[in-house]
């Protein structure tokens, strides 16, 4: 499980924490309006000041961390404040909002899936890729800060902006903002739908026959799912505020499209909690079905000793060395004519008479 | 259990989710005062223009989903916001009221029994049928958007309207909506006394004598509480919100009518989480009565195990081949007169003695 | 558990549930003031139209539901709104409280112990009888309405109303609303004490010997605590609700005298809270209690056989055919003059040695 | 556990209840101010009287209950409402408080530490004694009045106010009241540092060798928590109350110190939360250790027995009585010079191997 | 774990807590301006005095408690009320903040990791280190008291008030205040760090062997995160009310600062609640583990018993001592040439085809 970030015990506030051998992050800007829209790497995060005083909306996207100089360029250009730069740059923090004069600071948590393992992986490994996405909205503007470039998810939102499709071009910074909100949480779902299909399989192999590892796979999608709760948690009340109480950066009309994020984001937890029941559900199940089928074993085993001990008596009886000759009384039986008949109908009478009793009550 | 709807992260607001090869929905209107009433089936979804312009309540009740066309079209006819369309046609939804100007939508979910099922399937599968309704509420119409034709409880409600029963026909569309709220939330009930019937014959099961399917059982109840739990939940809040704040498209007489529909889904909520700690405490005692059993068996059988081990020592004795002539002190038991019968006494005293101090201590 | 009364899905509002072969309630009125106090069956509920309009306080109490004409009566003459009548009808439904213009709508439920039961009984059947008991509260007069005639426990305020003790004939028909309630609530305690007494010997059982029966005994408690928590919290609401915001239609001193009244339902709560923690320890202690028991058994008898399996052997190796005439290696012990007595030396030896090993281990 | 107490239902409110052969309460007034002191037993409460109408603080406390004539008493000099009255003759009730004019009503819970007992009896009996003690505070007055006189833990205060130690000469009633307040929430601590030692020493014990006792005391001291919990929760609240709140009758500065005492509350609260946390796990970790010894018990002895089977069986197969003269197939081995130490070798080979085994998986 | 500090029940309140032979505490005092700082060492509190009526920032840091006289020195020089001086003197206390005129009092907690003990030492001690620190803060001082001098977590802020890096030297007094808190909150993440390292090396013991010792581990574990949650829950409302409040005496801009603490804070509840989700699945698991092994062994030992039973009973057949003479039927086998080969076939048969039916079963 990933931890939240923190700074050593007594450090000034406002540090970067920049790795040493970071690379410049890859910087991408979209500046567009209804007529028109440019799409460009930049090399140099001086180049974002050009796009930022026209009327267009500007959206920079920033795919990569720990490069101190190119952080601290940032937060010069976009004015933040020290604690603002530090939630961008010292991940992961806990999603939440921020009102700063003619700005908007949101932190939010994206999840994504990590490609299809091979089974005994995943009972060792979580699936779960986290990263955390900083959003910078401004009147004309959206900063957004990624950990890494390799898990994008935004390419959609892109697509749809290039293209035209939508309405998203019509708009300004706030609602774009608003679709990538939207793209986060709704990335909630699939992973859920994969916890699904786990928790179901588990459902099976544990009413049918659970294995050792069961037990190690539950453990995990225990852990996902709290992972889950973590990340959700706070960004439902993020949504909560933001679509309730506004801000003057958001219309009104994107309050109602967050409205409908944070619905979801409510069905996200509605889904998650049920799926913590149904994994304490499964545990139990899990212990009860280890139990009775070891229980199954010891019994037949039990039963088979159980049989053959008085057997095993009744042979010892007649191993006896008891002289006959000494005594009339001493093991007559032993010169009888059907001595030995006699004697193996008298064990197959106890076997089966152990057995039909056993049979009746079901011990088999 | 249902999942909840998602677009593909990344997918624009306001998307339809068609079904390639949707048939056409059913429409059906019923234009009504209390003087008169009419019902029709339309084909064409324009037609219902025809009807919204009068004073008569006019119910469109749309059965049947995925039909792009048709919900574009009523999309249109009814003016509806593109999120307000989207959680009309991307079912499931979570259960709530949304307010658009002179318009209310409800999304509400109908729980229905399945018909009776053979008693190995009952444990397998749900037999909860759940389904959304949308209601979109005018000033003098009602829309009202089911997901598949084959379920329909309105029927009685139809007839009510039909043969002018009750006072329905001298009320407006809120009433109507009042009335369908008011089956969709009566509907629990019928499930709640099934589930009832469940855990009352699980009950008596599982101190009697419970079987291995006894605790697939008692997760699908579970389950199946989870279900309802996730549906009625919202929805109280729903009506909660809808009988205290009301809405100026509902009359004070139909908010006092909620607000006895608010009791009702308090008493389900309550009903629900009685059953649940009651079949929590079946899964306590399921796992004892399933120890406790198996405990009976092993005992049993170790008694038996117990009581005979002794005597095969006995007899091992006086099958040692110790040569008498070698010394009297060798076995001299093997030449007594008495010597058979009395090993004989000596098991038997032994065999008696386990039974009596077994017995005194209820082993058996 | 008795469940909530129900209307089937998709009937009107309003509707009386009627029984059929229901014969009419008995009608009890008593009209008083501080002067005078008249008592009166009534045959006929038109008869009760006299008492309404004087100044003196009417309590008309109906015992026995499900007679359509009495309750359609009751509804004209009172003046009753359909779905209050239906909330009186249709028992039982959640306790509430709920006011009309000129009325004040109470619902309660009544606890009462039913009589002593066999030992074997209690474990099978709740001893709770549980009854609904409607208040509708007038300005000068008081309707109740009761279940079933055998269970009232209004006697005593009737005695003292006659007897005129107390100070209850001087006051209005608040204060004898306030009696009333109060007899409802304090109602619950002798119950609870009985399940206190049931707990405490439970406790002792299980500590000493915990039979078969105790799960079932555990597991009805545990129901009747759920009974009783879903019957008290929503009258303890009723409570808060009445005493603090008060209504026209209650005294300033009633109000105190209700708060007193929510006092002793926040005893109720809070001693059931302790039972429910009490009975959750007892079912711990109870499976810890027979697992003990079962391990000390089995224990004892795995004692009694691993001292004896290695006697046997020793038996088992002198019986052996080895042939000492064959070699002088062969089984010389069976020729030496003490030869038989060492066995026994050796295998009391190894017995004396394996039951002091298991007793200093406190393995008995 | 102590249970509240309650009225036979039906009895009219405001009854007090009183003993048969209750002797008259130890009555003992202390009236001070800055200046003088005075320390009286008193025989007849109206002597009270006298103390009331001066500007000095009266401290007037009464040790013992049941005697009906002094409570009336008490309850005309000071002018009680009826229901005051019932509060503090009837005990138990729910801590509380309540302001009626002129006067402010406390009932207030203390509970003390029983001497120390044997290890035997503690398993048993809770050493908690609870009490108590209801507060009428003046203008110029303190009714204290406790339940039993051998239990009084104020004589401190008392030799407070005679030595003139502290400030509390100088102020009002309503300090003295906050003094005897602070000593009984005080009075918890000792309470849970005797609970907190009694889990301490349960907890090496549980992991050393839990003994049948064991569980017998986890449950003594979750009954002890319980009861301090019902005891210490709405005392926290009335402090709540009291010190955000106020009262005319409370000084600002008494407010700060009774926000002091809330503070305590709140520890108490805290720590009672904790050791039921604790034992929770106790509990989970005395199961897991009895099971644990129990097994390793069961694992010593069916290595035992699965170490001498075999063995046995080797025997036996010497013990067959094969005619060696019939055949030389027939047990040659019998015949062989070595025969005997061989069987000795075959079976000690069998038994250092199984032995060998065993050890390296641990399971002896 | 560390219980609070209470006042024997029945002392004056403001009484501070002497211990007998307590040195005088270590006093240090910093003061500064943006242009200079002095640094210096204390042995009469009253040498304060002097700095405290200038206008640059004096923060006076106290190490060590008990010493009556220093501490009754520093109640004269900063006014405090008595029970302020309490709360200060007699630790622990539970966290809280506190309005005076011109003061703010705020009680912390601070956690410092004990240095690495040996792994069984881990099992028994916490490694937690708890120490109350409290804060009076005026207008232009800081009073902070600690417990004892070894754990000194503030040696950081004082190198960066001395070197004047970060922006210290250039705020007031309640920025000083925030840093040192600041420092205290971040103390708990390398605790929670150390925990969580912890808890994942006991999930790979449970999930491969656990020993006995795994539960001693996991119950220490469970109680440092009580302790842990018992002392950052009243600091996140402690930091609550500050950054939402606020206070004369603290800035705009550090109210954003201690806003951003707030943050960590609810961080640390967060990871705390996680672990302790992931504690209690732990202990499940440990549980299942502990027991699958144990079914593992007994299963093993079983089953070779019951291999070996029958084979016995064979055994035992033809060590029956019936007279061939005496008739033909009398086990003529072990007159039969290949009889003794035949008896080895008839075992070897029973044994394989028992291993056989194990070994498909799964059973070994």
């Known amino acids: 499980m990933r931890r939240y970030y923190y700074d050593p015990p007594g450090s000034p506030p406002g540090m970067i924490h920049a790795r040493e051998q970071a690379l410049p992050p890859r910087l991408q800007i979209m500046d567009y309006n209804a007529q028109r829209c440019v799409q460009k790497f930049l090399s140099d995060p001086q180049d974002i000041r050009g796009y930022l005083d026209t009327q267009s909306v500007s959206w920079i996207d920033v795919q990569g961390l720990g490069h101190a100089q190119t952080l601290t360029a940032l937060g010069e250009i976009f004015q933040l404040h020290a604690l603002t730069l530090e939630d961008i740059a010292n991940v992961p923090q806990r999603p939440k909002v921020e009102e700063a004069p003619h700005q908007l600071l949101i932190v939010a948590q994206m999840i994504t899936l990590l490609p299809e393992q091979t089974r005994s992986q ?20 959206l900063l957004t800060v990624q950990e890494e470039p390799q898990f994008d998810t935004f390419e959609s939102v892109r697509d749809r902006i290039i293209q035209g499709r ?12 608003y679709c990538l909100i939207d793209t986060i949480i709704d990335g909630f779902f699939p992973v859920l739908e994969a916890l699904s299909e786990d928790i179901e399989s588990l459902e099976l192999e544990v009413l049918r026959g659970p294995g050792p590892a069961t037990l190690a796979q539950i453990h995990q999608i225990r852990r996902d799912l709290l992972t889950l709760r973590r990340s959700i948690w706070p960004q439902r009340d993020m949504l909560a505020l933001l679509s309730r109480d506004g801000s003057p950066l958001l219309g009104s009309e994107v309050q109602v499209y967050l ?56 042979a010892g009886i007649y191993g006896m060395n008891f002289n006959p000759e000494a005594s009339p009384l001493n093991m007559p039986e032993l010169n ?29």
């Open 122 to 141: 995943r009972r060792r490994r979580s699936r779960l890729h986290m990263e955390q996405v900083s959003f910078i909205l401004g009147r004309h503007y």
């Open 166 to 177: 939508g309405v998203i071009r019509d708009h300004q910074a706030d609602y774009l903002a």
């Open 259 to 314: 409205r409908d994020c944070y619905d979801h984001a409510a069905q996200v937890i509605d889904t998650i909690e049920i799926y913590r029941e149904l994994t304490a559900s499964l545990m139990d199940i899990y212990l009860s079905a280890v139990s009775n089928r070891m229980n199954e074993v010891m019994k037949t085993l039990t039963v088979i000793s159980t049989i053959f001990i008085p057997l095993t008596f009744v």
């Open 336 to 364: 009888w004519y059907w001595g030995y008949p006699l004697a193996w109908l008298v064990m197959l009478a106890i076997a089966s008479g152990m057995i039909t009793f056993f049979w009746r009550r079901h011990w088999f």
